[in-house]
């Protein structure tokens, strides 16, 4: 079954970095698209940075746009996204996510999510 597990979450102080990590299995990596999402206290989840299944393009919300950019290593099945300059609004559980689409619609994949807590 497909499983997607993020890690590198943890507390840092503002102006600190981070690097998450999510490897994908029980699919062909290579073939499908990798989004990062996140979720704040009471809050919906929001995109945070898209990347195209070989990782020519990539999309990264106005929010963090000049500090987060997201990669890929297909050899390793793996997706990345590198924070920089974190804010103490950029707390959030941080969720790795496959969509695909089919006739009927589209199917989500999620994993279980990484706490990043920007913290003095």
């Known amino acids: 079954q497909v499983q997607l597990v993020e890690s590198g979450g943890g507390l840092v102080q503002p102006g600190g970095s981070l690097r998450l990590s999510c490897t994908g299995s029980?699919?062909?990596?290579?073939?499908?698209?990798m989004n990062w999402y996140r979720q704040a206290p009471a809050q919906g989840r929001d995109v945070v940075a898209r990347?195209?299944?070989?990782?020519?393009?990539?999309h990264i919300a106005d929010s963090v746009k000049e500090r987060f950019t997201i990669s890929r290593d297909n050899a390793k099945s793996t997706v990345y996204l590198q924070m920089n300059a974190l804010l103490p609004e950029d707390t959030a559980l941080y969720f790795c996510?496959?969509?695909?689409?089919?006739?009927?619609?589209?199917?989500?994949?999620w994993g279980q999510g990484t706490q990043v807590t920007v913290s003095s």
């Open positions: 029980g699919f062909t990596f290579s073939s499908q698209g």
């Open positions: 996510n496959t969509r695909w689409y089919n006739s009927q619609g589209y199917q989500d994949y």
């Open positions: 990347i195209t299944f070989a990782g020519r393009t990539t």
